[in-house]
């Protein structure tokens, strides 16, 4: 599905990567407290292996390509300085519009941005071709000598999340310092791990690589930095539609790498989770509109009153949890099954009985941990509601707005049966007419359930709705994009510890980044963050100096990796 501009405006600031994190925060609580005693009997075990493993991929060797230089001290200091450096460019993304004189005051530090690449990765500016895409958001190409080979993009965004002025007080050091604490180990300050990290570490990546002489790989390279990811997007469609319609590479991009999970505990076995897929989206707006008078002479309900009615109706229907083999996370359970010590039975012999097992999952981990559900079922949120002007005048009009995330076995459409089930009593018992949209594509079509007596009129108006992405091949598919860079996470494990024996499984997103506008360029979209990082868009941000370190040392061996691809 191409993205559109519908695909433009965001959740208001809310980290793509703050789903991921609690989907850490549940694995762990679960590997403490451990999962409810269950006895197995008589189940048939599948010994039918999922999780196999890539071999280590390490480039050729080559003493002056070798990453055992990034472990310099001289290298750290310079790194963390220019990572310093990019968190005190204060580019902050915002939900606001702005327009005119307002919109070059917000988006002048991204120029300041733009400079201080150029500043500090003088090879890189010099040797790749630079392009300017919406204004703010950055395109780096990297011409290989053999350009019929399918291209690698590496995907960052300039853009944070703003820190809020009443939370300044709270930070241990200021929030866009950019402090380098050089006994803890870490840089401090908004962006340092969402997503500067990462976009610094590519940047590094590439400047060393041509710092040592590897001046031009055999396959090209993308570099790919939106600007509003935190907000819009519109900069990663810019970009997407920049590869799509002037590049022509629409189906042509072997790999493409962007933000996402990262290293977790896997109910006490040690994984490398890489996002293979994202929840789908929507932001569904519920219109009243009643007639107004005077607070003195009101009607049974107000548009207030038939809102929470509305309100009452969604959250009573049970968005139900499906497990299916489709969900990656279960594809993750199932690394665990085959690598852990000793894995638990009761998860062998659901992962055994799915899709029967389904429910039974689902209660024994909510037991654990509650809310636990939303790995397997679409969320629900009311946010936002707006109605009414003055004390004693009744509401014409009130806008409640509901955010969903959309499993990986629902859609669109289901959202949209899934209104007409809700609403469908309650207005007929309060004789509301009631205007449901397309829900895949609310300029066109509609249905409608109206009354001759009716008291109001209620609109279900969705808007940027996204369908769960594509599911990404990844272990047993034998695609390159997944074999080179689980390979090239093996490598980087070993390297940083010969003992580290580590285990690569697909995982899920729960938020979605810019990765949404580039479903038509490739099938292998992974979501891997190598850098980490701590307190993502909230107070006290930070990244560890070692993680950093060896997010540079991914996107280097990744960059060879690729090149020699056969």
């Not at 991921?20 to 075990?45: M, R």
């Not at 606001?96 to 300041?112: C, I, L, Q």
């Not at 690449?117 to 630079?130: D, I």
């Not at 008291?455 to 599911?471: A, N």
């Amino acid at each position: 599905m191409k993205a559109s501009a519908t695909h433009l405006r965001q959740r208001p600031l809310v980290s793509v990567l703050l789903p991921a994190a609690f989907l850490i925060l549940l694995l762990q609580s679960v590997h403490q407290f451990g999962l409810p005693t269950f006895s197995i009997n008589s189940a048939p075990k599948n010994t039918t292996r999922t999780c196999v493993q890539c071999e280590p991929l390490a480039p050729a060797f080559n003493q002056a390509l070798s990453i055992a230089r990034f472990n310099e001290a001289q290298f750290i200091a310079a790194a963390s300085l220019h990572l310093s450096a990019a968190v005190q460019t204060r580019t902050e993304s915002f939900d606001e519009e702005f327009h005119g004189d307002e919109y070059e005051r917000v988006f002048a530090p991204f120029r300041r941005f733009h400079s201080l690449l150029q500043q500090n990765y003088p090879l890189v500016h010099s040797h790749l071709e630079r392009t300017i895409v919406a204004n703010y958001s950055l395109l780096y190409t990297w011409k290989g000598s053999n350009p019929s080979a399918a291209p690698l993009i590496l995907m960052a965004h300039i853009d944070v999340v703003p820190v809020l002025p009443d939370t300044v007080n709270q930070w241990t050091h200021e929030p866009f310092g950019g402090t380098i604490d050089t006994e803890g180990g870490f840089v401090w300050g908004r962006g340092a791990g969402d997503n500067k990290a990462n976009l610094i570490g590519i940047m590094e990546a590439v400047e060393q690589l041509l710092k040592a002489g590897w001046l031009q790989p055999t396959r090209t390279v993308y570099l790919a930095f939106g600007h509003d990811e935190e907000s819009f997007g519109s900069g990663g469609l810019a970009l997407a539609k920049h590869f799509e319609e002037k590049l022509g590479l629409a189906g042509k991009v072997g790999l493409i790498v962007d933000e996402g999970s990262g290293q977790i505990n896997l109910l006490g076995l040690p994984i490398e989770a890489v996002s293979v897929s994202e929840k789908g989206y929507v932001d569904v707006d519920i219109i009243v509109e009643t007639k107004g008078g005077h607070s003195s002479v009101p009607p049974k309900h107000t548009g207030i009153g038939y809102s929470a009615l509305l309100i009452e109706a969604l959250e009573s229907q049970e968005l139900e949890a499906k497990v299916s083999a489709k969900n990656p996370f279960i594809g993750a359970l199932r690394c665990y099954a085959e690598h852990a010590p000793s894995p638990d039975p009761f998860i062998q012999w659901a992962l055994d009985n799915l899709p029967a097992s389904g429910p039974l999952l689902v209660e024994m981990m909510e037991k654990v941990l509650p809310h636990s559900s939303i790995i397997f079922k679409t969320t629900q949120a009311v946010d936002v509601i707006r109605g009414g002007l003055k004390v004693n005048a009744l509401p014409e009009k009130v806008v409640t707005t509901v955010n969903y995330r959309i499993s990986s076995d629902s859609s669109l459409q289901e959202m949209e049966d899934f209104y007409h089930k809700a609403l469908s009593k309650v207005v007929h018992q309060q004789r509301l007419n009631i205007t449901i949209q397309s829900f895949r594509n609310p300029a066109h079509g509609s249905k409608s359930m109206e009354w001759p007596d009716a008291v109001g009129k209620v609109t279900i108006s969705p808007k940027l709705g996204l369908e769960p992405s594509p599911i990404s091949p990844f272990h047993t598919s034998k695609d390159p994009g997944w074999s080179v860079l689980e390979g090239t996470i093996h490598h980087i494990a070993l390297n940083e510890s010969p003992s580290n024996n580590v285990i690569v499984a697909p995982f899920l997103m729960g938020g979605n980044t810019d990765t949404k506008s580039y479903w038509n360029l490739s099938k292998s979209i992974y979501r891997y963050g190598p850098a980490g990082g701590e307190n993502i868009h909230t107070v006290d941000e930070h990244v560890s100096i070692a993680d950093f370190i060896k997010g540079i040392k991914f996107y280097h061996e990744l960059i060879r990796n690729w090149s020699a691809l056969e």
